[in-house]
C-alpha cells in the first residue's frame, strides 16, 4: 500500500513504506514504517485513535486514522488542508501535527 499524499515535520524526504496492522474490529490500518503500533485506544466506524512510536523521534505520538470510505470528498479534503497548515504553526497551546498523509483507504494524523 502507498502513501498518495504525505509530509513528515522536520524529516527528510524519502519514499514511505506502510506496515498493516490489524487492530480492532475493523478494517486494517496503515501505518507508516517509521510508527510502531503501542495500544489501540478508540475505535469508530469513522475510524481509530492509536497510540504509536516514532522509531526516528524515540518518543510516543498519537496517530488518528479516519476510513476514507466514510467521509465526504470535502471532508477529506479539509481534513489534509488542517493537517497541512496545522504542521506549519509553531503556537503555544495548539496541539501540532507532525505528520499526516493518506493511502487508498485512510487518512492518517499524527500528533505528540
Known sequence: MSVV???IRNSSSSPLATNSLD???GAATYLPENYSLRAAWRESP???TLLCEAKS???EVVVKTFHTSSLTRGTRARLLHDAEIRSQLTIPGLLPV???GQT???IFIVMP
Open 57 to 59: 523521534q524515540a518518543c
Open 23 to 25: 487492530v480492532g474490529s
Open 104 to 106: 487508498a483507504d485512510e
Open 5 to 7: 499524499t504525505h509530509h
Open 46 to 48: 469513522e475510524g481509530k
Open 98 to 100: 507532525i505528520d499526516y
